[in-house]
């Protein structure tokens, strides 16, 4: 079955500095793989999804994200973070022909300003 | 552009009562997924339909059971309530089976008491 993996249940970023928010995923097929922003008390929103084209995603609010199939990564970065960066994301993986999502634990964002 | 709507946003339940949570996908979108997240925890999936037949199954308890209709509304009921049950639900819905990342709804918080 697929799974990712976040580090750091906690990530605090000063404002103007990098992003950058690590997912190892694994799974037995190649894999979709996608990360969500969720703000206090509302749903999911997804910032980007690789789905086996180019390996260099851009999202929205500036975030991308690069496709390491050597590493079995799916890290997420944004150049200079904002104070409107600060919520819980998710990163997610889902098996081709098999449409659920497994989530990964989060990673909370604090921005400091 | 219309997005997947929930219904109630908010829900109280007692110990053994019953809840009925209803779900509005896209127009078009005929895939209905189902996810549960606990208080501090990652989303997991419950249950997902396509075109009105159950298309996955995850972490659903028995006691929880959903069907899609004929417009392509869902409905996911709950019975027996326990204190655990107390989370976000989220729906999402996506026009194919092929794994493209879904639009998620703002989610039903369930507090049982």
């Known amino acids: 079955a697929q799974s990712v993996t976040q580090l750091g249940s906690h990530v605090s970023v000063s404002e103007g500095a990098l992003v950058l928010l690590r997912c190892n995923y694994s799974?037995?097929?190649?894999?979709?793989l996608f990360w969500y922003v969720q703000y206090p008390n509302q749903g999911l929103q997804l910032l980007l999804k690789?789905?086996?084209?180019?390996?260099l995603v851009k999202g929205i609010n500036g975030f991308e994200a690069e496709f390491k199939k050597s590493e079995t990564s799916f890290h997420l970065t944004k150049p200079s973070a904002h104070m409107s960066d600060a919520a819980e994301y998710f990163c997610a993986v889902s098996e081709r022909g098999n449409n659920r999502l497994a989530f990964g634990k989060g990673n909370q964002v604090v921005v400091i300003p | 552009a219309a997005g997947v709507i929930q219904s109630p946003r908010h829900l109280i339940k007692e110990k053994r009562e019953t809840a009925t949570l209803k779900c509005y996908p896209i127009p078009r979108h005929d895939t209905v997924y189902w996810y549960q997240q606990g208080p501090g925890q990652d989303p997991q999936f419950l249950i997902s339909?396509?075109?009105?037949?159950?298309?996955d199954k995850g972490s659903i308890p028995d006691r929880f059971s959903a069907q899609q209709f004929s417009d392509y509304h869902s409905e996911l009921n709950m019975s027996s309530l326990e204190l655990g049950d107390s989370a976000l639900y989220f729906c999402?819905?996506?026009?194919?089976?092929?794994?493209?990342?879904?639009?998620f709804g703002s989610g039903t918080r369930l507090t049982v008491v």
């Open positions: 999402a819905s996506s026009e194919t089976t092929g794994g493209y990342g879904y639009t």
């Open positions: 799974s037995s097929v190649p894999p979709y």
């Open positions: 690789y789905t086996s084209a180019a390996t």
């Open positions: 339909f396509y075109e009105k037949m159950q298309s």
